[in-house]
């Protein structure tokens, strides 16, 4: 059975960095792409990152305060938040594309940014 487990979400003051690290329980060669979702409440979950064997997708609302990065070696999949605002806060999920295997999900992880 495949796993995803998330870690790193925090309380940060507006303007503060983390870093989401997603930690998978097989090789992320597995998987057709990897990425990060995030819900805030009372919304949808939408997509923030995509990373598959280095090209890189982002949400317009993360683009150069984002960063995903994949980790063969020790399969993870991390991202880096810098300068997050407000709305920034939700649930951070970490998903792998199986293809016809259908989509694998975390357990996610919450980020909250406020003063």
Known sequence: QVRLVESGGDLVQPGGSLRLSCVVSQTIFSFNRM???RQAPGKQRELVATISGGNTNYADSVKGRFTIFEDY?????????????????????CNADWGSYGDIWGQGTQVTVSS
């Open 35 to 37: 990425g990060w979702y």
């Open 73 to 93: 070696t020790k399969n993870t999949v991390d991202l880096q938040m810098n300068s997050l605002k407000p709305e920034d806060t939700a649930i951070y999920y």
